[in-house]
């Protein structure tokens, strides 16, 4: 979400920055996951997706699924991200995010996404060069570095960075994430135990990563109603 990606404002309230999305440690293969190089924080579980249910004020309004296709030294990353507000039976908003991310050796070397934001369209590509990686989306064309975490948040190192790439409208975010207390969180139908990290700057979040760094819940404010990321029952949840 800003993947979070921006729901900006709507006539519900709800604020589009917040929703940005739209968002690998060696020696866990014996827990069965699947370290991603400069990716280190990063938990793929066995099944290869993680499905989410969004709410907002506890109702539900959507889901974000992550789905990964590993060959190799290469990982491809889908996100489809579907997201419904009504009031009195009337959908006042809507949002739609796909982004397919290319990963290999550690590095994200192609990424794609396309959003429709309640009628407004968005497209993004991005494509690795000696330089960085190079960007063409709706802040322009530019080279970023090469080694940008972009705004899916399924790879933890995005708490370690201070700039991170909007797969949205494709531009650099300024970010500081500060690591918060371990909590026991009910999601994907159990408890374990995840880090909150919160999130300033040009981003306004938490997320929070189990012990081997898998992204499992966020929350953020939308005038006043909290929006919250949780895995669906069922859902693959890993922890050390």
Do not use: C, K
Request: glycine share 12%; proline share 4%.
């Amino acid at each position: 979400m800003t993947e979070t990606e921006a729901l900006g404002r709507v006539r519900t309230g709800v604020d589009r920055r917040l929703f940005l999305g739209g968002i690998a440690a060696s020696g866990l293969a014996g827990l069965g996951l699947a370290p991603i190089g400069l990716a280190r924080a990063a938990a793929i579980p066995p099944a290869d997706r993680m499905p989410f249910e969004v709410t907002r004020g506890g109702d539900p309004i959507g889901t974000h699924q992550i789905t990964f296709s590993r060959q190799g030294n290469r990982t491809q990353v889908d996100i489809a991200i579907d997201l419904q507000v009504s009031v009195a039976f009337v959908t006042v908003f809507r949002y739609q995010h796909r982004n397919t991310e290319v990963w290999e050796d550690g590095r994200l070397v192609a990424i794609d996404s396309e959003t429709n934001d309640d009628g407004r369209d968005y497209r993004l590509t991005g494509r690795a060069t000696a330089a960085g990686l190079e960007v063409d989306g709706g802040q322009g064309r530019y080279v970023a570095p090469a080694d940008i975490m972009p705004t899916s948040y399924w790879n933890q190192e995005i708490v370690r960075r201070s700039q991170v790439l909007d797969t949205q409208r494709g531009g650099i975010l300024n970010v500081s994430a500060r690591p918060g207390a371990v909590e026991q969180l009910e999601t994907g139908g159990r408890t374990v135990r995840a880090q909150r990290y919160t999130f300033t700057g040009d981003l306004t979040l938490s997320a929070w990563y189990t012990d081997v760094g898998q992204w499992v819940a966020m929350s953020f404010d939308a005038r006043g109603e909290e929006v919250r990321y949780r895995l669906r029952p069922g859902g693959a949840v890993l922890a050390g």
